[in-house]
């Protein structure tokens, strides 16, 4: 019995929740294993309801993380604030570079920086990009802001799409609501991103912004659009020449980030990727967190649901 309780706990302190959750014969336990694989695999959206076997904290500390399912779902979660969210993308990257898991670890990397420039948005806007509570200066008169077929507005026709949208998606069912989530919310992120950091022909779509605050703005949200350009980011996109199917190395990840921080590093905000922190890619949390202006550091969720999970396999139970 203690050799597979010992082999249940390592499964445990490994994140290998799938594996736990086939193994284990106890409802609680298999419980908290999805719990925590659907965290780890950032497939979260109504688990913190269902998942009733969970502690209630743990349960709560989710929720911060995913994105509300309808529009007047309370509380906002990750509309409410961005910083929960990627304080666990940067745990789910450094288990997936401990475990080697490379391919999920990538795919977390790319789903960062199509929100990162909201993350950058938070402290002027109050949330982190809440589609019910735009700024009303984002339609003032002279503003191009979701106006379809606009030539002189700088977003493509897939964000002019995303940014009419987003403008009514309050007032649509949930169905709606989620299927603008899927599919639109991360290109009406870029498109705020180029309102005010790349735009040729601005207009008084970002005449909102506080005065004083426009430029270290679009300072941060520059930096946002360039991580989503980064060698880092574009291994998500890879041609499976040298490395099987796509799958990077942990070399090629390495090689990948050093010469992403080189071009970060040209900017005041961006050199803070320069950082040697410990973390796996050294200097990423210094540099969600010099684009949010404020500390972004890895969560420890996913530790806590495996400690969870280890008093109760250490209890008796599974």
């Known amino acids: 019995m203690d050799s597979v309780q010992d082999l249940l706990v390592m499964l445990a302190r490994r994140h290998a929740f799938a594996d736990l959750e ?32 969970v502690p209630p904290a743990l349960r709560r500390r989710a929720r911060a993380c995913t994105m ?68 009303a200066g984002l339609t ?11 030539r002189e507005c700088d977003h493509t026709k897939a964000e002019q799409s995303a940014a009419n949208r987003t403008l009514r998606v309050a007032g649509e069912p949930a169905a709606g609501w989620r299927a603008y989530f899927d599919r639109q919310h991360s290109q009406v992120a870029g498109a705020l991103a180029t309102c005010v950091a790349d735009c040729r022909n601005p207009c008084a779509a970002m005449d909102w912004v506080e005065p004083g605050r426009g430029d270290d703005l679009a300072l941060r949200a520059r930096v946002a659009l360039a991580f ?43 050199e803070a990727a320069a950082e040697e922190d410990g973390f796996p890619l050294p200097g990423l949390p210094a540099l969600f967190s010099a684009v949010a202006a404020a500390p972004v550091a890895p969560s420890t969720l996913l530790a806590d649901i495996a400690a969870h999970l280890e008093t109760l396999l250490r209890a008796g139970t599974g």
């Open 228 to 270: 989503a350009d980064t060698p880092l980011v574009r291994l998500r996109h890879a041609a499976p020449v040298g490395h099987g199917f796509g799958v990077p190395s942990p070399e090629e990840v390495l090689d990948a980030w050093q010469r992403s921080r080189l071009v970060l590093g040209k900017t005041e905000v961006g």
């Open 68 to 135: 509300p399912q309808t529009p007047r779902e309370q509380p906002r979660g990750a509309l409410e604030s961005l910083r929960p969210a990627y304080g666990l993308l940067l745990e789910v990257i450094e288990i997936r570079w401990n475990r080697r898991e490379l391919s999920p670890m990538v795919a977390a990397l790319h789903i960062a920086s199509e929100y990162l420039p909201l993350l950058a948005f938070e402290p002027a806007l109050g949330h982190a990009g809440d589609p019910v509570r735009w700024p």
């Open 22 to 53: 086939a193994l284990t014969d106890d409802p609680e336990v298999a419980s908290v294993c999805e719990f925590g694989q659907r965290l780890l695999s950032l497939d979260a959206e109504d688990f913190a309801v269902e998942a009733r076997e």
């Open 140 to 150: 003032a008169p002279g503003s191009r802001f979701g106006v379809i077929g606009d």
